[in-house]
């Protein structure tokens, strides 16, 4: 079985994310945490297709925006300013605040859409 291995340094994830308040490794995606720890965050991991959360490095909520870092591409439907709707009991309902992709070759990241 092949595994990707993603390296980043903390100053490459500053570029994407709000740094300084935990994170976690879950269904394999680093999550960064923000101020308050909405556990919400991993009902949108779960809801990602196992193909497509391969390739997802990093997730983050913030007041109800996400942030993704995916592997070299993400999935179509990744892309910035898409609605998420998460099926929970609550109706919750997120936004994208941007999906960045890190190159595999060099570790460069960008934001596309």
């Not at 595994?3 to 960064?32: A, D, N, P």
Request: charged share 25%; with cysteine.
């Amino acid at each position: 079985m092949d595994r990707k291995v993603t390296l980043l340094q903390e100053e490459q994830l500053s570029e994407v994310f709000k740094w300084g308040y935990g994170f976690s490794i879950y269904r394999g995606v680093l999550v960064v945490w923000d101020e308050d720890w909405d556990k919400r965050i991993l009902r949108v991991v779960d809801n990602i297709p196992p193909y497509e959360r391969d390739e997802l490095v990093a997730i983050q909520e913030s007041k109800a925006w996400i942030s993704f870092l995916w592997q070299d591409s993400p999935p179509r439907d990744y892309y910035n300013h898409g609605v998420w709707e998460i099926k929970t009991p609550c109706g919750d309902i997120f936004q994208s605040i941007g999906s960045y992709t890190v190159s595999s070759l060099d570790g460069y990241i960008e934001q596309v859409g």
